[in-house]
């Protein structure tokens, strides 16, 4: 009797791999900075939004941008107000389809 190997299995047992390497590390992108959010990380989440967004990520410059205009009056000292680059990061969400962005946005042209 002959075993013949699948001619992917190396390229399968690698793909394999680097799927449960990568569930062990946790949840990538988007996910871990919601999670930091929830967790109260605010510091650690507007980074991780702010990468994503360097990135080209809208939603995480709305979230960003976000955080960015309320600041430390509800984040606390982690997150200090930045109207300018909330302001840019906004924009970036609006201009890439996120409605919310706008209305962000429009919110803090009403109360300046």
Known sequence: MSHHR???AHLIGAIL???ATAARAGPAGIE??????HWGQYERSLALY???AAQGNAE???RAGYMLMQGSGVYG???PRDVAR???????AAVA?????LFVLGMADGAD
Request: charged share 10%; aromatic share 4%.
């Open 77 to 79: 000292p982690q997150v």
């Open 17 to 19: 791999l680097v799927a």
């Open 86 to 92: 909330a302001t840019a990061l906004l924009e970036q």
């Open 97 to 101: 389809g996120r409605p919310h962005a």
């Open 60 to 62: 995480a410059a709305e």
């Open 50 to 52: 702010q990468q994503l």
């Open 6 to 8: 699948h001619p992917h």
């Open 32 to 37: 871990a900075a919601h999670q930091a959010y």
